[in-house]
Protein backbone atom coordinates (compact mmCIF):
# COMPACT_ATOMS: atom_id res chain seq x y z
CA UNK A 1 0.00 0.00 0.00
CA UNK A 2 1.41 3.69 -1.09
CA UNK A 3 0.91 6.32 1.55
CA UNK A 4 -2.29 7.69 1.58
CA UNK A 5 -1.35 11.30 -0.15
CA UNK A 6 -3.40 14.56 0.13
CA UNK A 7 -3.62 14.50 -3.53
CA UNK A 8 -7.79 15.08 -3.92
CA UNK A 9 -10.06 15.98 -7.04
CA UNK A 10 -12.22 18.71 -6.38
CA UNK A 11 -15.79 18.58 -7.43
CA UNK A 12 -18.68 20.63 -7.42
CA UNK A 13 -20.91 20.44 -10.30
CA UNK A 14 -24.51 20.42 -11.64
CA UNK A 15 -25.87 19.43 -14.60
CA UNK A 16 -29.47 19.04 -15.39
CA UNK A 17 -31.02 17.42 -18.31
CA UNK A 18 -34.63 16.32 -18.71
CA UNK A 19 -36.13 16.28 -15.43
CA UNK A 20 -33.02 14.20 -13.28
CA UNK A 21 -30.34 16.94 -11.75
CA UNK A 22 -26.88 16.22 -10.59
CA UNK A 23 -25.91 17.66 -8.30
CA UNK A 24 -22.32 16.53 -6.65
CA UNK A 25 -20.10 18.48 -4.11
CA UNK A 26 -17.08 16.39 -3.01
CA UNK A 27 -13.76 15.85 -3.30
CA UNK A 28 -11.92 12.06 -4.60
CA UNK A 29 -8.64 10.85 -3.23
CA UNK A 30 -6.49 10.60 -6.35
CA UNK A 31 -4.77 7.32 -4.93
CA UNK A 32 -6.05 4.06 -4.94
CA UNK A 33 -9.33 2.87 -6.62
CA UNK A 34 -12.55 5.03 -5.46
CA UNK A 35 -15.65 2.80 -6.75
CA UNK A 36 -18.65 5.10 -7.63
CA UNK A 37 -21.24 3.33 -6.76
CA UNK A 38 -25.27 3.64 -7.28
CA UNK A 39 -28.22 2.11 -9.06
CA UNK A 40 -28.85 2.52 -12.70
CA UNK A 41 -29.95 6.29 -13.52
CA UNK A 42 -27.92 7.70 -10.52
CA UNK A 43 -25.90 10.00 -12.61
CA UNK A 44 -22.57 7.51 -12.00
CA UNK A 45 -21.82 7.31 -15.72
CA UNK A 46 -22.46 11.59 -15.88
CA UNK A 47 -20.50 12.60 -13.09
CA UNK A 48 -17.23 10.36 -14.75
CA UNK A 49 -18.18 12.05 -18.14
CA UNK A 50 -18.04 15.72 -16.43
CA UNK A 51 -14.57 14.40 -14.70
CA UNK A 52 -13.45 13.36 -17.92
CA UNK A 53 -14.01 16.55 -19.83
CA UNK A 54 -16.83 14.89 -21.94
CA UNK A 55 -19.55 17.22 -20.81
CA UNK A 56 -19.07 21.20 -21.38
CA UNK A 57 -22.13 22.00 -20.37
CA UNK A 58 -21.98 21.58 -16.49
CA UNK A 59 -22.15 24.69 -14.17
CA UNK A 60 -19.48 24.15 -11.25
CA UNK A 61 -15.96 23.52 -11.09
CA UNK A 62 -13.49 20.70 -11.50
CA UNK A 63 -10.37 21.02 -9.81
CA UNK A 64 -7.03 19.21 -9.63
CA UNK A 65 -4.04 19.76 -7.04
CA UNK A 66 -2.22 21.49 -10.04
CA UNK A 67 -5.11 22.48 -12.44
CA UNK A 68 -8.68 23.78 -12.86
CA UNK A 69 -10.09 21.51 -15.57
CA UNK A 70 -13.51 23.26 -15.74
CA UNK A 71 -14.94 26.42 -14.04
CA UNK A 72 -18.57 27.72 -15.23
CA UNK A 73 -17.93 30.93 -13.27
CA UNK A 74 -14.80 31.61 -15.20
CA UNK A 75 -16.12 29.87 -18.59
CA UNK A 76 -13.27 28.08 -18.35
CA UNK A 77 -13.36 24.56 -20.02
CA UNK A 78 -9.88 22.08 -20.91
CA UNK A 79 -11.01 19.64 -23.22
CA UNK A 80 -11.57 16.14 -22.71
CA UNK A 81 -7.78 15.53 -24.76
CA UNK A 82 -5.52 18.25 -22.66
CA UNK A 83 -6.63 16.60 -19.35
CA UNK A 84 -4.38 13.15 -19.25
CA UNK A 85 -6.86 11.42 -18.03
CA UNK A 86 -7.80 7.78 -19.44
CA UNK A 87 -11.46 6.36 -19.81
CA UNK A 88 -12.65 3.07 -20.39
CA UNK A 89 -16.14 2.56 -21.59
CA UNK A 90 -18.58 0.04 -21.28
CA UNK A 91 -18.09 -0.84 -24.42
CA UNK A 92 -14.63 -0.73 -25.43
CA UNK A 93 -15.03 1.26 -28.37
CA UNK A 94 -11.99 0.33 -30.21
CA UNK A 95 -11.25 1.74 -33.52
CA UNK A 96 -12.44 -0.91 -36.16
CA UNK A 97 -10.15 0.17 -38.46
CA UNK A 98 -7.24 -0.09 -36.95
CA UNK A 99 -5.85 -4.02 -35.89
CA UNK A 100 -5.02 -4.35 -31.77
CA UNK A 101 -1.65 -3.10 -32.24
CA UNK A 102 -2.80 -0.41 -34.16
CA UNK A 103 -5.36 0.36 -31.38
CA UNK A 104 -2.28 0.58 -29.09
CA UNK A 105 -0.27 2.67 -31.11
CA UNK A 106 -2.73 5.19 -31.10
CA UNK A 107 -2.71 5.75 -27.76
CA UNK A 108 1.19 5.35 -27.46
CA UNK A 109 1.97 7.72 -30.32
CA UNK A 110 0.36 10.43 -28.28
CA UNK A 111 1.03 9.81 -25.24
CA UNK A 112 4.56 11.37 -23.39
CA UNK A 113 6.03 11.84 -20.02
CA UNK A 114 6.17 8.96 -17.59
CA UNK A 115 4.02 6.19 -17.29
CA UNK A 116 3.37 2.28 -18.68
CA UNK A 117 5.25 1.33 -20.94
CA UNK A 118 4.50 -1.00 -24.15
CA UNK A 119 6.21 -4.00 -23.31
CA UNK A 120 4.94 -3.86 -20.01
CA UNK A 121 1.16 -3.09 -21.28
CA UNK A 122 1.09 -5.63 -23.37
CA UNK A 123 2.50 -8.68 -20.81
CA UNK A 124 0.52 -7.07 -17.94
CA UNK A 125 -2.47 -7.56 -20.27
CA UNK A 126 -1.39 -10.85 -22.02
CA UNK A 127 -1.66 -9.26 -25.36
CA UNK A 128 0.92 -10.34 -27.26
CA UNK A 129 -0.67 -13.38 -28.87
CA UNK A 130 -3.52 -10.67 -30.04
CA UNK A 131 -1.49 -7.67 -31.76
CA UNK A 132 -1.89 -8.79 -34.94
CA UNK A 133 -5.62 -10.17 -34.81
CA UNK A 134 -8.59 -7.26 -36.06
CA UNK A 135 -10.86 -5.91 -33.32
CA UNK A 136 -14.01 -6.94 -35.20
CA UNK A 137 -12.95 -11.01 -33.89
CA UNK A 138 -11.81 -10.33 -30.80
CA UNK A 139 -14.39 -11.52 -27.72
CA UNK A 140 -16.27 -8.98 -25.40
CA UNK A 141 -13.67 -9.91 -22.93
CA UNK A 142 -10.49 -9.21 -25.53
CA UNK A 143 -12.18 -6.38 -26.99
CA UNK A 144 -11.96 -4.46 -23.11
CA UNK A 145 -8.42 -6.17 -22.23
CA UNK A 146 -7.40 -4.21 -25.37
CA UNK A 147 -9.24 -0.99 -24.07
CA UNK A 148 -7.59 -1.00 -20.91
CA UNK A 149 -4.25 -1.38 -22.84
CA UNK A 150 -4.69 1.15 -25.40
CA UNK A 151 -5.98 3.53 -22.34
CA UNK A 152 -2.98 2.35 -19.94
CA UNK A 153 -0.63 3.50 -22.87
CA UNK A 154 -2.42 6.77 -22.96
CA UNK A 155 0.05 7.34 -19.87
CA UNK A 156 -3.01 8.80 -17.59
CA UNK A 157 -2.44 10.27 -14.44
CA UNK A 158 -6.21 9.59 -14.07
CA UNK A 159 -8.26 6.43 -14.63
CA UNK A 160 -12.36 6.10 -15.38
CA UNK A 161 -13.61 3.08 -15.77
CA UNK A 162 -16.82 3.10 -16.64
CA UNK A 163 -18.56 -0.14 -16.09
CA UNK A 164 -16.42 -2.31 -17.49
CA UNK A 165 -17.63 -5.49 -16.96
CA UNK A 166 -20.98 -4.56 -17.30
CA UNK A 167 -21.05 -5.87 -21.13
CA UNK A 168 -19.42 -9.10 -20.53
CA UNK A 169 -21.23 -12.31 -19.58
CA UNK A 170 -19.96 -13.89 -16.10
CA UNK A 171 -17.36 -16.40 -17.41
CA UNK A 172 -15.79 -12.90 -18.95
CA UNK A 173 -16.16 -11.46 -16.08
CA UNK A 174 -14.03 -13.80 -14.78
CA UNK A 175 -11.36 -13.46 -16.96
CA UNK A 176 -10.92 -9.67 -16.52
CA UNK A 177 -11.21 -9.29 -12.81
CA UNK A 178 -7.65 -10.26 -11.89
CA UNK A 179 -6.18 -7.45 -14.36
CA UNK A 180 -8.46 -5.26 -12.72
CA UNK A 181 -7.65 -5.98 -9.66
CA UNK A 182 -3.54 -6.20 -10.52
CA UNK A 183 -3.15 -2.84 -12.32
CA UNK A 184 -3.67 -0.22 -9.57
CA UNK A 185 -0.62 -1.79 -8.03
CA UNK A 186 1.21 -2.50 -11.32
CA UNK A 187 0.66 0.79 -12.56
CA UNK A 188 0.45 3.26 -9.29
CA UNK A 189 -2.09 4.67 -11.46
CA UNK A 190 -5.29 6.19 -9.33
CA UNK A 191 -8.90 5.23 -10.47
CA UNK A 192 -12.62 5.87 -10.03
CA UNK A 193 -14.73 2.78 -10.94
CA UNK A 194 -18.35 3.15 -11.76
CA UNK A 195 -20.11 -0.06 -10.88
CA UNK A 196 -24.17 -0.90 -9.85
CA UNK A 197 -22.09 -4.00 -8.60
CA UNK A 198 -21.60 -4.71 -4.72
CA UNK A 199 -19.39 -7.35 -5.50
CA UNK A 200 -17.11 -5.86 -8.22
CA UNK A 201 -16.79 -2.70 -5.60
CA UNK A 202 -16.19 -4.54 -2.24
CA UNK A 203 -13.67 -6.51 -4.46
CA UNK A 204 -11.42 -3.36 -6.54
CA UNK A 205 -12.30 -0.26 -4.35
CA UNK A 206 -10.54 0.74 -1.34
CA UNK A 207 -12.69 3.55 -0.92
CA UNK A 208 -16.38 4.31 -2.20
CA UNK A 209 -18.67 7.28 -2.93
CA UNK A 210 -22.85 6.18 -3.51
CA UNK A 211 -24.69 8.13 -5.59
CA UNK A 212 -28.53 8.37 -5.22
CA UNK A 213 -30.43 10.44 -7.53
CA UNK A 214 -27.83 12.89 -8.62
CA UNK A 215 -26.55 13.48 -5.55
CA UNK A 216 -24.01 11.95 -2.98
CA UNK A 217 -25.26 9.66 -0.38
CA UNK A 218 -22.66 8.27 1.41
CA UNK A 219 -18.45 8.47 0.95
CA UNK A 220 -16.05 7.07 2.68
CA UNK A 221 -13.86 3.38 3.21
CA UNK A 222 -15.78 0.86 1.53
CA UNK A 223 -16.26 -1.75 4.08
CA UNK A 224 -17.80 1.09 6.69
CA UNK A 225 -19.76 2.87 3.78
CA UNK A 226 -20.82 -0.64 2.46
CA UNK A 227 -21.80 -2.04 6.08
CA UNK A 228 -23.56 1.06 6.66
CA UNK A 229 -25.82 0.69 3.85
CA UNK A 230 -26.71 -2.83 4.27
CA UNK A 231 -27.85 -2.20 7.89
CA UNK A 232 -30.39 0.55 6.30
CA UNK A 233 -31.71 -2.26 4.25
CA UNK A 234 -33.03 -3.90 7.17
CA UNK A 235 -36.67 -4.87 6.17
CA UNK A 236 -34.84 -6.19 2.98
CA UNK A 237 -32.96 -8.84 5.49
CA UNK A 238 -33.09 -11.05 2.41
CA UNK A 239 -30.73 -9.41 0.43
CA UNK A 240 -28.53 -8.48 3.52
CA UNK A 241 -24.89 -9.02 3.67
CA UNK A 242 -21.51 -8.09 5.74
CA UNK A 243 -18.23 -6.84 3.85
CA UNK A 244 -15.41 -8.62 6.24
CA UNK A 245 -12.09 -7.51 5.58
CA UNK A 246 -9.45 -10.32 6.20
CA UNK A 247 -5.91 -10.87 5.01
CA UNK A 248 -3.98 -13.38 3.59
CA UNK A 249 -2.12 -15.72 5.84
CA UNK A 250 -1.41 -18.50 4.14
CA UNK A 251 -1.62 -20.49 0.79
CA UNK A 252 -2.65 -24.02 0.80
CA UNK A 253 -1.78 -25.52 -2.64
CA UNK A 254 -2.75 -29.05 -2.29
CA UNK A 255 -6.21 -27.88 -0.84
CA UNK A 256 -6.53 -25.00 -3.70
CA UNK A 257 -7.44 -23.37 -0.68
CA UNK A 258 -6.32 -19.89 0.96
CA UNK A 259 -5.97 -19.40 4.43
CA UNK A 260 -7.23 -15.78 5.82
CA UNK A 261 -6.68 -14.37 8.97
CA UNK A 262 -10.24 -12.30 10.27
CA UNK A 263 -10.35 -10.51 13.52
CA UNK A 264 -7.83 -13.29 14.48
CA UNK A 265 -10.11 -16.57 13.46
CA UNK A 266 -9.16 -18.61 10.03
CA UNK A 267 -11.64 -18.32 7.23
CA UNK A 268 -10.63 -20.69 4.31
CA UNK A 269 -11.63 -19.59 0.75
CA UNK A 270 -11.71 -20.71 -2.84
CA UNK A 271 -7.84 -20.07 -3.65
CA UNK A 272 -6.50 -16.83 -4.55
CA UNK A 273 -3.26 -17.92 -5.97
CA UNK A 274 -2.09 -14.11 -6.89
CA UNK A 275 -2.48 -12.45 -3.21
CA UNK A 276 0.68 -12.01 -1.51
CA UNK A 277 0.72 -13.32 2.34
CA UNK A 278 -0.40 -10.08 4.67
CA UNK A 279 -2.64 -8.66 1.36
CA UNK A 280 -6.33 -7.22 2.39
CA UNK A 281 -9.30 -9.13 1.09
CA UNK A 282 -12.95 -8.13 1.40
CA UNK A 283 -15.41 -10.77 1.87
CA UNK A 284 -19.08 -10.16 1.08
CA UNK A 285 -21.08 -12.62 3.19
CA UNK A 286 -25.05 -12.49 2.61
CA UNK A 287 -27.09 -12.96 5.49
CA UNK A 288 -28.89 -15.92 4.01
CA UNK A 289 -25.49 -17.85 4.21
CA UNK A 290 -24.55 -17.94 7.71
CA UNK A 291 -25.58 -20.28 10.11
CA UNK A 292 -25.35 -20.08 14.11
CA UNK A 293 -24.75 -22.67 16.73
CA UNK A 294 -24.60 -22.20 20.59
CA UNK A 295 -21.44 -24.26 20.52
CA UNK A 296 -18.44 -24.87 18.46
CA UNK A 297 -19.64 -27.88 16.26
CA UNK A 298 -17.84 -30.97 16.06
CA UNK A 299 -18.42 -33.46 13.13
CA UNK A 300 -19.55 -30.29 11.15
CA UNK A 301 -18.24 -30.29 7.37
CA UNK A 302 -18.38 -26.33 7.45
CA UNK A 303 -14.49 -25.04 7.93
CA UNK A 304 -15.57 -21.78 8.88
CA UNK A 305 -16.44 -20.80 12.43
CA UNK A 306 -16.43 -17.56 14.13
CA UNK A 307 -16.72 -16.95 17.66
CA UNK A 308 -18.40 -13.97 18.51
CA UNK A 309 -21.84 -12.66 20.75
CA UNK A 310 -24.48 -11.86 19.74
CA UNK A 311 -25.60 -8.52 19.54
CA UNK A 312 -29.06 -7.92 18.34
CA UNK A 313 -31.66 -10.00 17.13
CA UNK A 314 -34.59 -8.54 15.09
CA UNK A 315 -37.69 -10.89 14.15
CA UNK A 316 -40.17 -10.23 11.39
CA UNK A 317 -43.63 -10.97 12.24
CA UNK A 318 -45.76 -12.55 9.76
CA UNK A 319 -42.65 -14.00 8.59
CA UNK A 320 -40.90 -17.15 9.69
CA UNK A 321 -37.23 -15.68 9.38
CA UNK A 322 -34.90 -13.23 12.12
CA UNK A 323 -32.32 -11.67 11.42
CA UNK A 324 -29.61 -11.95 13.78
CA UNK A 325 -26.34 -9.40 14.01
CA UNK A 326 -23.20 -11.27 15.66
CA UNK A 327 -20.32 -8.81 16.79
CA UNK A 328 -16.99 -10.71 16.43
CA UNK A 329 -14.23 -8.24 16.84
CA UNK A 330 -16.23 -4.96 16.75
CA UNK A 331 -17.53 -6.20 13.32
CA UNK A 332 -21.12 -6.72 12.94
CA UNK A 333 -21.89 -9.94 10.97
CA UNK A 334 -25.21 -10.73 9.86
CA UNK A 335 -27.37 -13.92 9.85
CA UNK A 336 -30.57 -15.00 8.74
CA UNK A 337 -32.06 -17.91 10.52
CA UNK A 338 -35.94 -19.01 10.98
CA UNK A 339 -37.57 -17.39 14.49
CA UNK A 340 -37.90 -21.30 15.12
CA UNK A 341 -34.28 -21.70 15.36
CA UNK A 342 -33.63 -18.68 17.32
CA UNK A 343 -36.60 -19.91 20.05
CA UNK A 344 -35.58 -23.59 19.96
CA UNK A 345 -31.59 -22.63 20.63
CA UNK A 346 -32.63 -19.62 22.78
CA UNK A 347 -30.60 -17.51 21.31
CA UNK A 348 -30.48 -13.93 23.05
CA UNK A 349 -29.03 -10.61 22.68
CA UNK A 350 -25.47 -11.04 24.79
CA UNK A 351 -25.28 -14.91 24.03
CA UNK A 352 -21.87 -16.57 22.93
CA UNK A 353 -22.64 -17.98 19.44
CA UNK A 354 -20.48 -19.35 16.50
CA UNK A 355 -21.35 -17.74 13.06
CA UNK A 356 -20.74 -21.15 10.72
CA UNK A 357 -19.92 -20.11 6.62
CA UNK A 358 -19.44 -22.47 4.09
CA UNK A 359 -16.28 -21.98 2.05
CA UNK A 360 -18.59 -22.96 -0.90
CA UNK A 361 -20.47 -19.54 0.08
CA UNK A 362 -17.66 -17.51 -0.31
CA UNK A 363 -16.58 -17.87 -3.72
CA UNK A 364 -17.27 -14.99 -5.64
CA UNK A 365 -20.47 -16.17 -6.99
CA UNK A 366 -22.31 -12.86 -8.55
CA UNK A 367 -19.07 -12.00 -10.22
CA UNK B 1 -13.48 9.76 -84.36
CA UNK B 2 -15.71 11.74 -81.91
CA UNK B 3 -14.44 15.30 -80.93
CA UNK B 4 -13.07 14.09 -77.13
CA UNK B 5 -13.17 17.93 -76.33
CA UNK B 6 -16.41 18.14 -74.23
CA UNK B 7 -15.65 14.78 -72.62
CA UNK B 8 -12.48 16.02 -71.41
CA UNK B 9 -14.44 19.26 -70.67
CA UNK B 10 -17.00 17.14 -67.86
CA UNK B 11 -14.07 15.48 -66.82
CA UNK B 12 -12.31 18.60 -65.42
CA UNK B 13 -15.46 19.98 -64.08
CA UNK B 14 -16.58 17.00 -62.53
CA UNK B 15 -12.96 16.71 -60.96
CA UNK B 16 -13.00 20.03 -59.45
CA UNK B 17 -16.43 20.50 -58.60
CA UNK B 18 -15.67 17.16 -56.12
CA UNK B 19 -12.56 18.43 -55.20
CA UNK B 20 -14.40 21.18 -53.97
CA UNK B 21 -17.43 19.60 -52.47
CA UNK B 22 -15.37 17.45 -50.11
CA UNK B 23 -13.62 20.55 -49.13
CA UNK B 24 -17.33 21.99 -48.25
CA UNK B 25 -19.42 19.38 -48.10
CA UNK B 26 -17.26 18.12 -45.32
CA UNK B 27 -17.73 20.50 -42.53
CA UNK B 28 -21.41 21.17 -43.54
CA UNK B 29 -22.36 17.47 -43.08
CA UNK B 30 -20.36 17.13 -40.20
CA UNK B 31 -22.19 20.12 -38.56
CA UNK B 32 -25.74 18.29 -39.74
CA UNK B 33 -25.00 14.86 -38.36
CA UNK B 34 -23.81 16.14 -35.07
CA UNK B 35 -25.65 19.61 -33.95
CA UNK B 36 -28.93 19.92 -31.91
CA UNK B 37 -29.06 23.41 -33.70
CA UNK B 38 -32.53 24.30 -34.60
CA UNK B 39 -31.18 25.56 -37.83
CA UNK B 40 -30.85 22.06 -38.92
CA UNK B 41 -33.91 21.38 -40.60
CA UNK B 42 -33.68 24.89 -42.40
CA UNK B 43 -29.79 23.77 -43.63
CA UNK B 44 -30.78 20.64 -44.36
CA UNK B 45 -33.28 21.42 -46.65
CA UNK B 46 -31.60 24.10 -48.48
CA UNK B 47 -29.11 21.27 -49.24
CA UNK B 48 -31.85 19.36 -50.84
CA UNK B 49 -33.08 21.76 -53.12
CA UNK B 50 -31.08 20.80 -56.20
CA UNK B 51 -32.48 17.23 -55.98
CA UNK B 52 -36.22 19.12 -56.51
CA UNK B 53 -36.11 22.20 -58.54
CA UNK B 54 -35.89 22.17 -62.20
CA UNK B 55 -32.67 22.77 -63.35
CA UNK B 56 -33.49 25.68 -65.33
CA UNK B 57 -34.73 27.22 -61.91
CA UNK B 58 -31.02 26.97 -60.62
CA UNK B 59 -29.56 27.77 -63.90
CA UNK B 60 -31.65 31.21 -64.13
CA UNK B 61 -31.05 32.41 -60.67
CA UNK B 62 -27.06 31.82 -61.17
CA UNK B 63 -26.94 33.27 -64.61
CA UNK B 64 -28.58 36.45 -62.54
CA UNK B 65 -26.41 36.20 -59.63
CA UNK B 66 -23.29 35.33 -61.41
CA UNK B 67 -23.80 38.22 -64.17
CA UNK B 68 -21.88 41.39 -64.61
CA UNK B 69 -24.39 43.49 -63.30
CA UNK B 70 -24.36 41.18 -60.06
CA UNK B 71 -22.25 42.28 -56.86
CA UNK B 72 -20.07 38.78 -57.14
CA UNK B 73 -19.78 39.05 -60.79
CA UNK B 74 -19.02 42.55 -61.05
CA UNK B 75 -16.22 41.97 -58.06
CA UNK B 76 -15.06 38.57 -60.06
CA UNK B 77 -14.60 41.02 -63.12
CA UNK B 78 -12.85 43.13 -61.55
CA UNK B 79 -10.68 40.82 -60.06
CA UNK B 80 -10.22 38.37 -63.17
CA UNK B 81 -11.15 40.48 -65.90
CA UNK B 82 -13.54 38.01 -67.43
CA UNK B 83 -17.33 37.14 -66.77
CA UNK B 84 -18.60 34.35 -64.96
CA UNK B 85 -21.28 33.81 -66.60
CA UNK B 86 -20.57 31.77 -70.16
CA UNK B 87 -16.83 30.66 -68.64
CA UNK B 88 -15.79 27.74 -66.86
CA UNK B 89 -15.10 29.43 -63.63
CA UNK B 90 -19.35 29.89 -63.63
CA UNK B 91 -19.90 26.33 -64.29
CA UNK B 92 -18.05 25.13 -61.42
CA UNK B 93 -19.66 27.16 -59.23
CA UNK B 94 -23.20 26.85 -60.27
CA UNK B 95 -22.30 22.29 -60.24
CA UNK B 96 -20.72 23.24 -56.39
CA UNK B 97 -24.37 24.27 -55.67
CA UNK B 98 -25.83 21.66 -57.97
CA UNK B 99 -24.39 18.89 -56.45
CA UNK B 100 -24.51 19.84 -53.20
CA UNK B 101 -26.81 16.94 -52.00
CA UNK B 102 -24.91 14.41 -53.63
CA UNK B 103 -21.96 14.78 -51.55
CA UNK B 104 -23.71 16.12 -47.82
CA UNK B 105 -26.07 13.29 -48.07
CA UNK B 106 -24.21 10.38 -47.75
CA UNK B 107 -21.47 12.21 -45.32
CA UNK B 108 -23.76 12.92 -43.24
CA UNK B 109 -25.33 9.32 -43.66
CA UNK B 110 -21.84 8.07 -42.75
CA UNK B 111 -20.67 10.35 -39.71
CA UNK B 112 -24.36 9.89 -37.91
CA UNK B 113 -23.26 6.01 -38.23
CA UNK B 114 -19.85 6.71 -36.80
CA UNK B 115 -21.38 9.01 -34.20
CA UNK B 116 -19.88 10.84 -30.90
CA UNK B 117 -18.19 7.65 -29.35
CA UNK B 118 -14.97 7.09 -31.42
CA UNK B 119 -14.19 10.93 -31.07
CA UNK B 120 -15.04 10.56 -27.50
CA UNK B 121 -12.78 7.45 -26.96
CA UNK B 122 -9.75 9.14 -29.21
CA UNK B 123 -9.99 12.87 -26.98
CA UNK B 124 -9.65 10.45 -23.96
CA UNK B 125 -6.48 9.34 -25.52
CA UNK B 126 -5.16 12.71 -26.07
CA UNK B 127 -5.83 13.38 -29.38
CA UNK B 128 -7.41 16.71 -30.26
CA UNK B 129 -10.85 17.22 -32.55
CA UNK B 130 -9.20 17.67 -35.89
CA UNK B 131 -6.30 14.86 -35.29
CA UNK B 132 -9.28 12.22 -33.84
CA UNK B 133 -11.18 13.73 -37.33
CA UNK B 134 -9.04 12.47 -39.60
CA UNK B 135 -7.35 9.61 -38.05
CA UNK B 136 -10.54 8.45 -36.64
CA UNK B 137 -13.66 9.52 -37.91
CA UNK B 138 -12.48 10.17 -42.08
CA UNK B 139 -11.39 6.34 -42.33
CA UNK B 140 -14.50 5.37 -40.43
CA UNK B 141 -16.31 6.98 -42.98
CA UNK B 142 -14.51 6.51 -45.81
CA UNK B 143 -17.13 3.94 -47.52
CA UNK B 144 -19.58 7.39 -46.99
CA UNK B 145 -16.78 9.39 -48.70
CA UNK B 146 -16.32 7.43 -51.65
CA UNK B 147 -20.06 6.72 -52.23
CA UNK B 148 -20.19 10.66 -51.99
CA UNK B 149 -17.37 11.54 -54.46
CA UNK B 150 -18.24 9.24 -56.91
CA UNK B 151 -22.09 10.22 -56.85
CA UNK B 152 -21.00 14.02 -57.33
CA UNK B 153 -18.68 13.41 -59.85
CA UNK B 154 -21.22 11.04 -61.80
CA UNK B 155 -23.96 13.63 -61.14
CA UNK B 156 -21.95 16.58 -61.93
CA UNK B 157 -20.63 14.49 -65.72
CA UNK B 158 -24.50 14.18 -66.03
CA UNK B 159 -25.84 18.06 -65.52
CA UNK B 160 -27.38 19.64 -68.54
CA UNK B 161 -29.77 22.21 -67.96
CA UNK B 162 -27.74 24.22 -65.28
CA UNK B 163 -24.90 24.23 -67.65
CA UNK B 164 -26.67 25.09 -70.44
CA UNK B 165 -28.41 28.45 -68.93
CA UNK B 166 -25.06 29.52 -66.84
CA UNK B 167 -22.29 28.52 -69.71
CA UNK B 168 -24.29 28.62 -72.76
CA UNK B 169 -22.72 26.18 -75.92
CA UNK B 170 -18.88 27.35 -75.90
CA UNK B 171 -16.70 25.09 -77.00
CA UNK B 172 -13.31 24.51 -74.75
CA UNK B 173 -15.14 26.24 -72.36
CA UNK B 174 -18.77 25.45 -71.64
CA UNK B 175 -19.37 22.37 -74.13
CA UNK B 176 -19.57 19.75 -72.10
CA UNK B 177 -20.51 16.41 -73.13
CA UNK B 178 -24.28 16.90 -72.54
CA UNK B 179 -24.61 19.83 -73.92
CA UNK B 180 -22.24 18.20 -77.15
CA UNK B 181 -25.30 15.35 -77.04
CA UNK B 182 -27.75 17.94 -77.10
CA UNK B 183 -25.99 19.99 -79.66
CA UNK B 184 -25.75 16.88 -82.38
CA UNK B 185 -29.12 15.78 -81.89
CA UNK B 186 -30.25 19.46 -82.80
CA UNK B 187 -27.84 19.08 -85.60
CA UNK B 188 -29.55 15.16 -86.83
CA UNK B 189 -26.03 14.07 -86.13
CA UNK B 190 -27.58 11.30 -85.01
CA UNK B 191 -24.03 8.96 -84.78
CA UNK B 192 -22.31 11.41 -82.84
CA UNK B 193 -25.27 11.71 -80.20
CA UNK B 194 -25.30 7.54 -80.15
CA UNK B 195 -21.93 6.96 -79.22
CA UNK B 196 -21.47 9.87 -76.35
CA UNK B 197 -25.47 8.65 -75.12
CA UNK B 198 -24.36 5.25 -74.70
CA UNK B 199 -21.01 6.54 -73.12
CA UNK B 200 -22.50 8.17 -70.48
CA UNK B 201 -25.34 5.36 -70.11
CA UNK B 202 -22.40 2.50 -69.48
CA UNK B 203 -20.75 5.05 -67.39
CA UNK B 204 -23.45 6.28 -64.83
CA UNK B 205 -24.49 2.38 -64.44
CA UNK B 206 -21.17 1.37 -64.11
CA UNK B 207 -20.90 4.18 -60.93
CA UNK B 208 -24.28 2.77 -59.54
CA UNK B 209 -22.99 -0.62 -59.49
CA UNK B 210 -19.94 0.42 -57.85
CA UNK B 211 -21.59 2.55 -55.63
CA UNK B 212 -24.29 0.10 -54.64
CA UNK B 213 -21.45 -2.97 -54.49
CA UNK B 214 -19.19 -0.58 -51.66
CA UNK B 215 -22.68 0.00 -49.62
CA UNK B 216 -23.95 -3.89 -49.49
CA UNK B 217 -20.08 -4.77 -48.47
CA UNK B 218 -20.39 -2.43 -45.51
CA UNK B 219 -23.70 -3.45 -44.19
CA UNK B 220 -22.66 -7.09 -44.91
CA UNK B 221 -19.54 -6.35 -42.30
CA UNK B 222 -21.81 -4.07 -40.09
CA UNK B 223 -23.34 -7.24 -39.04
Known sequence: MQPETQSLLQLDVAKVYGDFELNVTTSVALSGVTGLFGPSGSGKSTLLRIIAGFEKDVSGSVRTPDEVWQDSHSRLYVPAFRREVGYVFQNARLFTHLDVSGNLRYASDRSSGVGPEWDDVVSALDLAPLLQRSVAGLSGGECQRVALARTLLSKPRLLLLDEPLAALDSARKHEILPYLEALPGRFAIPAIYVSHSVDEIVRLAERVLVLRAGKVHAQGNTVDVLNSLESENEFAAADSATVLEARVHKQLPDLHLTELLFEQQSLFVPALPSHQLGQRVLLRVHANDVALATSSPRNCSVRNVLAGQLAQIQEFPGSPFALASVDIGGVTLRARLTRHAVHELKLTAGAQVYALLKTATLADRDL | ?223
Open chain 2, 1 to 223: MPDLGPLWLSICLAATTTVLLLLLGTPLAWWLATTHSRLRPAVEAFTALPLVLPPTVLGFYFLILLGPASAIGSFWVRVTGEALTFSFSGLVIASVFYSLPFMVQPLQRAFEGVGLAPLEAAASLRASFADAFFSVVVPLARRGFLSASVLTFAHTIGEFGVVLMVGGNIPGETRVISIQIYEHVETLNYAGAHILSAGLLFFSFAVLLFVYAVNSRGRLHAT
